[in-house]
Every structure is written in C-alpha cells, then in structure tokens.
C-alpha cells in the first residue's frame, strides 16, 4: 500500500547472552552442532521457523524468552560452554603438518568458487560444488590454513524448488537480503567500505565487498546491487548461474576480474591462486593485465601467473563447461585484449578448443592459465586428462598433467548427531584431531561392537523417514491429494521400513547425474547381507 512503513522491533540481548550475537555472526556455528544446539534451546519454535538462521532468530525470538534464558542456570551453563569451546578454537594455530608447507606469515591461499554451501541459511550454492567449497572452507579454518576465499553475494541465490499437482516444477527465487546473513561491509585500513569497479562496454560497474568471518579464514562476496549502477547491472549478481549467456559472462567479469581487484584493495598479496571450476578463470586475464602494466610482455605475464595458480575441474559433461561466443569475448575484452599487448587471435587462442571451435572456453583457459590441474577423483581426472589431452598433443594422456585429487568432506558437518555421539562415547573428543591417521581408525572402529553401529543407523534412519514423510504428506496436501492416497503413497515411510533400499535424488533430478546408470543391469538384484547366508531380497524400493 502507498505510504506505509515496515517497522520491525527487536529484542535486546541480555548482558549474560551478549555474545549470542558474535556466535551469529561467524560461519563456525554452520559446523557445531554445539553451537546449533544453543540457539534451539533458547526458543526452537522460533529457531525453526527462521529456518535455523542464528541472525533473523536474535531478530525474531521474544524479549522475555531471552530475559528467562538470562536467569536460567542450566541453559547458562550450555552457553559457557559454547563459548568456551568457541575461544579455544580460535585460539589455535597451524599445525606443524601445514606449516611444512605454508609459512602463516608469508604465505596466503586465495580460493575462487562460484558458490559456497555452509549452510540452508545462507543459499549461495546449488548443488555439489557448493558442498564441496563450503566444506573446504570449513577445513581451512580447522587446519589454520593462511587461507581467503571469494564468491558472490546472490540476492536471488538458486531457486527454491516446488512440485505442482502435475509434476511440473516451479522455481521460487526469493530476495536475499544482506542483513540476514553473517555478512558485514569489508573494509579498508581507515575503516571505508571497499569498493571495486570492473569495466564493460561502454560503462563501469561497481561492486560492494561483503566479509564473512569462518572461523579462522574470510570469505568475501561481491555483489553489484548498489545504487551507483545502472538498474541491469545491479541483477548481475541475483541469481547463481544465470542462464542469460550476456549476463553470466558479465557474472564472470565480476567474479574473476572484481574479484582480484578486491582482495588488492583488501591489502592481500596471495601466493597460491586456486580456481574451483572454470567461472573464475578470468582473474587470469587479470593478473596478466597487472604484471603487462609493470612492463612484463603478455607471455612471461601468463607464465608468471600460471606459476602459482591451481585449477580444479569438476565434470566431464559440456554443461559444466562455460563457453562464450568469438563475438561476445570481443565486445566484452576488446579494451583488455589491447591492454594485454595481444592480437586477437593470441587472446582468442587462450580459450580454444577443437569441441567449441567458435567459442572461448573457460576450463582451456584455466588449464592454460595454470600449472596445477586436478580432477576430483580417479576416474574422473583419467576422464579429464582424455578430454582435454588436445592441450598436450605431444604427450599421452595417462602421463599429461591433470591429474586427480579425490574430493573428501567436512566430518564434522556430514556425521550426524548421534554418529558423533557415538564416537564421543567409545573415544572422547580426541578422534577429531585423528582423522586421518588410518591406523587409529581400524584400531578404533574394530572394536564397537556390530550392534551400536546398526542400532544408531536405524536412529538415523527412522529420523530420514520422519523428515522424508513430514515433507511428501505436506507437499500431497498442497496439491489436493486425499488422505487414503497420501497414506498409501507413503506407506513404506515408516519405522517398519528399516530394512528398505531408499534411493533419492535431492533438490534436482539432472540429466548429467546419469541415473540411468541404477537400472543398467536389468537382471541385477538388490539384497541386504549376504546372499550365502540366506538374506532376503529387499522388500521395497522407493
């Protein structure tokens, strides 16, 4: 309505609870389940509906739930605790195993990704990729690794997914606002917002730098929704992947090029450059530009910088491969290209490859613009190194340079509750510091006895099928299904069903996940156990 103002009125912490607001304000609450934990007992219908969002939960949560809280010795207790845990965490250094490698005071890893998973609270990623650099970080800081990161602030972030009566599927992108994310403006040395600007044709863009503390590393974000831009350009940074080709390369600009430029006006001089999938590789160009400027040719530029960046590629599918049109690249770089002291065809050239022979593509232009290339397992850096054998002709691809680094994950974010529990109580706390010294863990594990192990699964099992129950009855309410029928559709749903094979894809059902595959052996049958020792075929496939 015309003339009306939002007014949101917030609680004010309680001198015992101040610190309530730095636990929220630092991505480390996204991996502890302690620290998750806290922010529930405090109020968990609140902390549900905020969707487990620690900063619109402080928002949100009533004034006299925190003044009880306040007074209330056990939950008192619990925070203590936290924060105690919290403090030591940040009081730790690098191990000597990282220091063996990376001197803290010299030394710093930049780390480039499109999107990063932390959390259902903060939707900045998509699918794997995001998963897999939200968990990097996370070990990052575990490990004190002298370590920064830099992606994109998505105020539309990816869809949010809904299934209609028909089977259609409708995406939702609702707005992201700053505010209720652990975000702050970075800033400089006199304590100014930082700004950066990147060029595109015929206008600059500017873009604000947000910091996301993570423990012991930062992550910072761009985002061009500013009022000193144009109102197109302000969408650059909405929605993650845009499937506009004009603005995902602008996107790409952004990210590459913005990005290099934010951490300088950071004040960081990073050693080692990481790019996690090719949506960055344009900080190559970037690079190459600041080194040309001090009066270095175009190709010692290129080398220097390949020399210390790394390139992780992650899949074998063209859709993973983002390719720009000739013509494009020469509206957007034409400035750059001469900048670079390139021909065209040179600077065209970096992107080449004989399966786009009319597009620049950004993983040749990684695998160019660097010297460490990785794929992320076996298999697939022995696929990687064969599709992209062309950029060593001269060499087989069993012995070219990309090779593999197998993808792990973020123990303490993948292992549920009751898994951690399980290890606390045979272990201590002591097995977080050994995870991976091999001989611990045959030593360890073999001695739980067989039934702990299938009595916890079947906990985590019956919660699966409670959430998966919860979610589909709601969802066939929603489209007009009658009750015998939700009841029938659900009825494997249910704690009788613990010897069921339930097999799930989340969010999205892409066609490069090959889920063909499960149904390439017609004659093959799933079993439980052993065969020999007279196991039944499973009993229901869902």
Same mark, same amino acid.
């Given at each position: ?56 939960? $402080? ?16 939950? %008192?207790?619990?925070?203590?605790? &936290? ?53 990097? $970080? ?53 304590? *100014? ?11 600059? &863009? ?15 974000? $761009? ?78 530029? %290129? ?16 859709? #993973? ?36 022979? *009319? ?13 460490? *290339? ?8 022995? &696929? ?7 950029? @060593? ?34 272990? #201590?706390?002591? @097995?977080?510091?050994? $995870? ?7 030593? !360890? ?26 979610? &589909? ?7 007009? %299904? ?22 799930? !894809? ?11 595959? %499960? ?6 049958? !799933? ?12 009993? #229901?496939?869902?």
């Amino acid at each position: 309505m015309p003339n009306t103002i939002g007014v949101e009125i917030r609680p004010v912490l309680p001198a015992a609870l101040q610190r309530l607001e730095e636990l929220a304000g630092d991505l480390y609450y996204t991996w502890k389940n302690e620290a998750q934990r806290l922010f529930r007992f405090l109020d968990e219908e609140c902390w549900e509906a905020c969707g487990h969002n620690p900063k619109v939960f $402080l928002r949100r949560i009533a004034q006299r739930k925190l003044e009880a809280a306040a007074r209330d010795p056990v939950l %008192l207790a619990e925070y203590r605790q &936290v924060l105690s845990a919290y403090d030591t965490y940040l009081e730790q250094t690098a191990p000597p195993e990282v220091r063996e490698y990376l001197d803290p005071a010299r030394d710093l890893v930049a780390y480039f990704s499109a999107e990063f998973g932390f959390h259902t609270s903060i939707p900045i990623y998509a699918g794997g990729l995001g998963i897999l650099s939200g968990d990097y $970080l996370k070990s990052m800081s575990n490990l004190c690794v002298p370590f920064v990161a830099v992606g994109m602030l998505y105020h539309q972030g990816y869809f949010t997914q809904r299934i209609l009566s028909g089977g259609e599927q409708r995406a939702d992108y609702p707005y992201i606002d700053p505010a209720d994310l652990p975000v702050l403006p970075a800033r400089d040395a006199h304590g *100014h917002e930082i700004r950066v600007q990147v060029e595109l044709p015929g206008r600059a &863009v500017w873009l604000r730098v947000w910091q996301a503390r993570a423990g012991h590393v930062k992550l910072y974000l $761009l985002d061009s929704d500013l009022p000193e831009n144009r109102a197109a350009d302000r969408r650059i940074t909405y929605h993650l992947y845009d499937s506009d080709t004009d603005i995902r390369i602008q996107q790409e600009i952004v990210f590459g090029i913005g990005g290099t430029r934010a951490l300088r006006a950071l004040g960081h001089a990073p050693t080692v450059w990481h790019i996690n999938e090719g949506h960055a590789a344009f900080l190559i160009l970037e690079r190459c530009r600041e080194y040309v400027a001090k009066g270095m040719d175009p190709e010692g530029a %290129l080398e220097r910088v390949a020399g210390n960046t790394v390139f992780t590629t992650h899949t074998p599918v063209a859709a #993973g491969h983002d390719v720009f049109h000739h013509h494009l690249m020469h509206s957007y770089f034409q400035d750059l290209v001469a900048r670079l002291g390139m021909s065209e065809e040179r600077f065209l050239a970096l992107g080449a490859s004989p399966h786009t022979p *009319h597009g620049f593509n950004m993983t040749c232009l990684a695998l160019r613009g660097s010297r460490f *290339h990785n794929g992320v397992s076996r298999i697939h850096g022995r &696929v990687a190194s064969e599709m992209e054998a062309h950029l @060593w002709p001269q060499v087989p691809p069993p012995e070219n340079p990309l090779g593999y680094v197998t993808n792990g994950v973020h123990v303490q974010s993948m292992l549920g509750p009751s898994w951690i529990a399980l290890l606390d109580m045979y272990m #201590g706390r002591g @097995w977080r510091s050994r $995870l991976g010294d091999e001989g611990f863990w045959h030593g !360890f594990i073999d001695h739980i006895p067989d039934h702990v192990y299938l009595s916890t699964r079947q906990i985590l099992k019956v919660q699966m099928l409670d959430d998966v129950r919860s979610r &589909v009855t709601l969802l066939y309410r929603r489209n007009g %299904l009658s009750e015998s029928v939700i009841a029938h559709l659900t009825r494997f749903l249910t704690s009788a069903s613990l010897n069921t094979l339930f097999v799930g !894809f989340a969010r999205r059902f892409a066609t490069y996940k090959r889920a063909g595959l %499960l149904f390439q052996d017609g004659d093959a049958r !799933f079993f439980l156990g052993n065969t020999e020792t007279g196991d039944q075929p499973i009993d #229901g496939l869902f």
